[in-house]
Antibody, heavy 119, light 109 residues
């Protein structure tokens, strides 16, 4: 069965860095676009970043551009989010999500990992 | 950027009643709209894709309709487990940019 398992969240000071990982299993990883989506405490869902099948196309939400870097390793069935220059407003649960092949929606989500940016 | 506006923000109903949730797009998204359900402490779950197609394992009491800019999620005969927050979502063609509505909280009356 399809599984997405995030890790790497935690408490970090403003200006610090964190690297999130998402391990995928149960499907052909390289056949799917992957994304990171976040949810601040008590708030709605916000798309953060997108990576194409091979990693040749990458896009970011404006507020994280230049600070966050998405990557993937298809040999390890994993997608990553390197987060630098973190701000208090980056505090959120971060989900990795699979985009349905030839769809434009997310058919599977991980359980999420909490990132807290605070001094 | 396409903005999705959901209404109402909160909907108070009783089990057995019908829920009607709305999602309006600031410009046409054709039928490329999805709905998700999220319960406290859980990840969102896909309910409906391409405006009207139920995802695998989703009960028939959930249905979606609409195209262009106006979409509706209908839940017939509410079950206790249906009380949750519901989000709509769309993706621009290319470059891909995803937006979500702000959510509708369906609460027990």
């Amino acid at each position: 069965q399809v599984q997405l398992v995030e890790s790497g969240g935690g408490l970090v000071k403003p200006g610090g860095s964190l690297r999130l990982s998402c391990a995928a299993s149960g499907f052909i990883f390289s056949d799917h676009y992957m994304t990171w989506i976040r949810q601040a405490p008590g708030k709605g869902l916000e798309w953060v970043s997108f990576i194409s099948y091979s990693g040749s196309a990458i896009y970011y939400e404006d507020s994280v551009m230049g600070r966050f870097t998405i990557s993937r390793d298809n040999a390890k069935n994993s997608v990553y989010l390197q987060m630098d220059s973190l701000r208090a407003e980056d505090t959120a649960v971060y989900y990795c999500a699979r985009e349905k092949r030839r769809g434009n929606f997310f058919d599977y989500w991980g359980q999420g990992t909490l990132v807290t940016v605070s001094s | 950027e396409i903005v999705l506006t959901q209404s109402p923000a909160t909907l108070s109903l009783s089990p057995g009643e019908r829920a009607t949730l709305s999602c309006r797009a600031s410009q046409s998204v054709a039928n490329f709209l999805a709905w998700y359900q999220q319960k406290p402490g859980q990840a969102p779950r896909l309910l409906i894709y391409d405006a009207s197609n139920r995802a695998t394992g989703i009960p028939a009491r959930f249905s979606g309709s609409g195209s262009g800019t106006d979409f509706t999620l209908t839940i017939n005969s509410l079950e206790p487990e249906d009380f949750a927050v519901y989000y709509c979502q769309q993706r621009s063609n290319w470059p891909p940019k995803y937006t979500f509505g702000q959510g509708t909280k369906l609460e027990i009356k």
